[in-house]
């Protein structure tokens, strides 16, 4: 791996108001996360969490797609086809299960590295 990112979410009252950033250097210098409207059009609206809807979409497929280009060293067109396999199971799994629909939320490359682990064995035994 080659740079940790960490990423938070801050709930607004208005749904396109949903604030999500990353930062690459341990939470000194904090960005928005960039949409990726470009590449996955699901939620033109914003970013949103804890349903099974297109916002959690849009923002799983944003979360892999930096992790794997930034944290992984791959390049763009291979990040976002990563991305396109494994958003959707990331949607359930962590942006709708395990973010809910709290205000706010943390997540580390560590732990995206973690469960793409874990979901790629998952996948390697239903072969």
Known sequence: ????????????????DNL????????EIWASLPLYLDEVNHSPTGFEWGY??????????????TFEEITLGISPEWAKGYAQIYHQQFK?????????????????????????RDEMKRRDKEV
């Open 92 to 116: 359930w799994d962590i942006v709708c299960n395990r973010f809910g629909r709290s205000d706010s939320w943390e997540l580390t490359s560590e732990e995206v590295g973690s469960w793409l």
């Open 20 to 27: 999500v950033l990353m930062s690459t250097d341990g939470g």
């Open 1 to 16: 791996m080659t740079s940790a990112i960490k990423w938070m979410g801050i709930r607004k009252p208005l749904p396109e």
């Open 52 to 65: 099974g809807g297109s916002g959690p979409a849009q923002l799983s497929y944003a979360i892999l797609r």
